[in-house]
T-cell receptor, first 113, second 116 residues
Framework: AQSVTQPDIHITVSEGASLELRCNYS??????LFWYVQSPGQGLQLLLK??????LVQGIKGFEAEFKRSQSSFNLRKPSVHWSDAAEYFC???????????FGAGTRLTVKP | IAGITQAPTSQILAAGRRMTLRCTQD?????MYWYRQDLGLGLRLIHY???????GKGEVPDGYSVSRANTDDFPLTLASAVPSQTSVYFC???????????????FGPGTRLTVL
């Protein structure tokens, strides 16, 4: 079965600093990969997704992620963090035509003024 | 456009009681899902439905049942609640008919359930 690991439970960055959230997946075939964001008390919102093609994908709110097959990683990046980015971030993986989406445990982002 | 609505927003329930969490979507998506979110575990799939009239088990289905009588509604029932079912429950939907292989899931605002 596929699984997703987010090694960092909590990250604190200063506003304006760059950000990288790590995600590693375990799956035999090429997975579909996603990053979702959850603001406090809210549901999840899709930031970006990777299905195939260009391994660097752009998402909403200035986020991007890079798929690296050799490292089984799909790390999320943002060059300059804004205070409104403070939230919980989830990486997820699913197989083609499979409804079983597996989420990582999440990384909570705190942004310092 | 409402998207996905869930009811109730929160509920405190005595152990052993029956509870149905409601989920309605107005996007005409064919697929719907129920997840539970627990601290340190992320979201885990409970049950899903690819289309009206069909359902399937996810990663943690025990103690839960679902039905899908029509496209819009996907209720989740706890027949006899236990404290370990204390969690935040999210309903989601996706349009699996567009041939992309897998599409974005849209999430509801969640139901916070406490079982005492």
């Amino acid at each position: 079965a596929q699984s997703v690991t987010q090694p960092d439970i909590h990250i604190t960055v200063s506003e304006g600093a760059s950000l990288e959230l790590r995600c590693n997946y375990s799956y035999g075939a090429t997975p579909y990969l996603f990053w979702y964001v959850q603001s406090p008390g809210q549901g999840l919102q899709l930031l970006l997704k990777y299905f195939s093609g260009d391994t660097l994908v752009q998402g909403i709110k200035g986020f991007e992620a890079e798929f690296k097959r050799s490292q089984s990683s799909f790390n999320l990046r943002k060059p300059s963090v804004h205070w409104s980015d403070a939230a919980e971030y989830f990486c997820a993986v699913v197989r083609y035509n499979n409804n079983d989406m597996r989420f990582g445990a999440g990384t909570r982002l705190t942004v310092k003024p | 456009i409402a998207g996905i609505t869930q009811a109730p927003t929160s509920q405190i329930l005595a152990a052993g009681r029956r509870m149905t969490l409601r989920c309605t979507q107005d996007m005409r998506h064919n697929a719907m899902y129920w997840y539970r979110q627990d601290l340190g575990l992320g979201l885990r799939l409970i049950h899903y439905s690819n289309t009206a009239g069909t359902t399937g088990k996810g990663e943690v289905p025990d103690g839960y049942s679902v039905s899908r009588a029509n496209t819009d509604d996907f209720p989740l029932t706890l027949a006899s609640a236990v404290p370990s079912q204390t969690s935040v429950y999210f309903c989601a939907s996706s349009d699996q008919a567009s041939g992309v292989g897998y599409n974005e899931q849209f999430f509801g605002p969640g139901t916070r359930l406490t079982v005492l």
